[in-house]
């Protein structure tokens, strides 16, 4: 479900601990600009985390996973945003950006982005058993070539980081959260993976782009079940 509005008053409709998994990408610059410094508007932009994170932790299950994409240069707002809450900051892992635009700050490019999980409670945090035992991978991504699909957005994330969190945060048939949708990202990785979604994102060209890919989805995965269902078929005439 995509919900176009303020994700504020979005959340503060919906019940307590009614929400599996939150997967979130918040804005770092309100003129999207995202080659400049963080000036006075961008600054109010960013605080908003301030109001919104409390009421995404309002709405998370005890023991879920609250798991945001940030920047480096503003990361002190996050842990500010979690003071009060119930949130507990678990770890971090990575997106190494070797491709795209990257902000330079004296002799350093910024091509890392933190991606921080937190949980909620002190409780022992949800895990799929199903990853266990299995092969497991580095905790930086790499992003060295622009995605397959470009929605256009200036802070489209690859989809395979996406992917690997709804897999091993959640389990089939969970509600997962994005307040920040964008252009869909994590509403995608949801279809993909059998997992119910409520997306809110205010801006409403990003909301029909993400209503796009989730259209060309569903069609997508029409078209591979009757491929497999006839595959199924002339297996069966062959045996």
């Known amino acids: 479900m995509i919900i176009r509005g303020d994700c504020l008053e979005a959340m503060k ?8 998994l939150i997967i979130t990408d918040p804005p770092y610059k309100v003129s ?11 600054l109010r932009n960013v605080a908003s985390i301030l109001r919104t994170l409390p009421e995404m932790c309002r709405v998370l299950k005890e023991g879920r996973m609250l798991v945001c994409f940030y920047d480096n240069r503003i990361l002190p707002f996050l842990f500010e945003a979690i003071k009060g809450t119930e949130l507990v900051y678990r770890k971090s892992i990575y997106l190494y950006r070797r491709w795209g635009i990257a902000h330079r700050w004296m002799g350093w490019m910024q091509t890392t982005d933190p991606v921080c999980f937190f949980v909620k409670g002190h409780n022992k945090p949800f895990y799929e ?39 091993w945060c959640s389990k089939e048939g969970d509600t997962i959260l994005d307040p920040y949708l964008g252009s869909g990202s994590v509403a ?17 060209e990003y909301c029909k782009i993400a209503e796009a890919r989730l259209n060309k989805e569903q069609i997508q995965t029409k078209l591979e079940e009757q491929s497999s269902g006839e595959l199924a078929k002339e297996q069966e005439k062959t045996e």
Do not use: W
Not at 13 to 20: F, I, L, Q, R
């Open 188 to 204: 995608i990785a949801c279809k993909k993976n059998k997992r119910d979604f409520i997306g809110i994102e205010i801006e409403e």
């Open 129 to 167: 058993n199903h990853i266990e035992g299995k092969k497991v991978k580095h905790d930086c991504y790499v992003k060295d070539h622009p995605e397959k699909e470009n929605t256009g957005h200036p802070a489209q994330k690859p989809l395979e980081i996406i992917e690997d969190i709804v897999l």
């Open 32 to 42: 999207q600009n995202y080659g400049s410094g963080v000036d006075a508007d961008n």
């Open 13 to 20: 409709k919906m019940p307590d601990n009614s929400v599996d």
